[in-house]
């Protein structure tokens, strides 16, 4: 089936964040769109207003008439929906053409020329960093994004002249062996989703197979000195890159009045004088990334300077809701331990001599299970931790896996408290707070608005 002979686009799991550029993707192609998600939230509702009709009742019978014809009605689910779901077994059993989002991907990296970013952690902040390098550049993207880019207001950039396409390739699932890159930056291998892989070996492993999928004239861009021997086809070029050393590497780092500047050091030709739009540590390092990236799909020296210094960031990816001299509140996403040792090391870096605490909700019984310790020796580098109850997303309990794993093993002396979601307002009312910051992938973001506002009236 290709995009030409569709009429309708049922997607199951339409409000998750990748899937959802998908929706809108399809919806600006003209094309009648429909589906289902769990629960709804502010993107299901902007969906809605976009132009998709999505229920949240799993039902078939509120399955519209109109996406009933399987010639002509493409179906896309993520893997993180049931095999037994009602609606999924109903376009199974009836013939219908059923694609994972990642094979959907997959189809465009194979007509126009996928920019892609890969790795454990960094993926979102660098891919849309990339996007808006390019976008804002003569060459112009089209961007499926893995977080609301707060300088667009949406997960999707489109344009109508530009073969370059910017993916954020995720391995869950082994989803990322469906593309078909023409450049990939890979940022890290650190063990996630042992639930699919089973070892970290395997893990590994699965980067690997994908880097051999690199287009024969394409480019492959790998953080220096991770876990991982690539097996890339000949014709491939292949650099390193890191904040400090490597092909593309930072130099002359300037910290100063909020403010971080350096020279990006380049193959392709330095630019000096790169100053951040979050000036935050770790952009350093997916700011090099990205601007590796920017300078093989053709953007200009002054064009990425200019584009770096506006960059405004990604909705939950060290996110300030309130910044001021009495108190910050920051939300982030990182929900694996090497994401959140970076995230603490970054605010320290900021605010060396402020008392910092996180609200972290861990994400999936099978991660906490398998990085109970390592979530533990992350969060004890902060000065008060309070966890939350674990967030299932697609999980069933898992006897004796708890937040209590993580709390019995956090540092001797650290504030800390385990909370019901429930009682985290009344908790925060009487709670000395210098710099808060929640962190995890579930939903705890749906509490920043009510925290902020407690925190306004303290």
Partial sequence: MNVNTLKAVYFIGAGGIGMSALVRYFLSKGKKVAGYDRTPSELTQKLNEEGAAIHYEENTALIPDDFKQPETTLIIYTPAIPANHQELTYFRENGFEIQKRAQVLGMLTRTERGMCVAGTHGKTTTSTMAAHLLHQSHVTCNAFLGGISKNYGTNLLLSDKSDLVVIEADEFDRSFHWLTPYATVITATDSDHLDIYGTHEAYVESFRKYTSLIRPDGYLIIKKGIDLQPDVQPGVTVYTYSNDEGDFHAENIRI?????????????????DIRLGVPVYVNIENGVAAMALAQIGGATAEEIRTAMATFQGVDRRFDFKIKNDRIVLLSDYAHHPAEIRQSVTSIRTLYPDKKITAIFQPHLYTRTRDFYKEFADSLSLLDEVILLDIYPAREQPIPGITSQLI????????????????????????????????????????????????????
């Fill in 407 to 458: 709390y019995d093993n956090l540092r001797p002396g650290i504030e800390k408290c385990l909370c019901k979601k429930e009682d985290l307002l009344d908790l925060l009312k009487n709670k000395h707070l210098e710099v808060l910051i929640t962190l995890g992938a579930g939903d705890i973001d749906n509490y920043i608005p009510q925290i902020s506002e407690l925190l306004k009236n303290k």
């Fill in 256 to 272: 100063a009045n909020g403010e971080i500047t350096f020279d990006f050091i380049s193959p392709l030709g330095n630019i000096a």
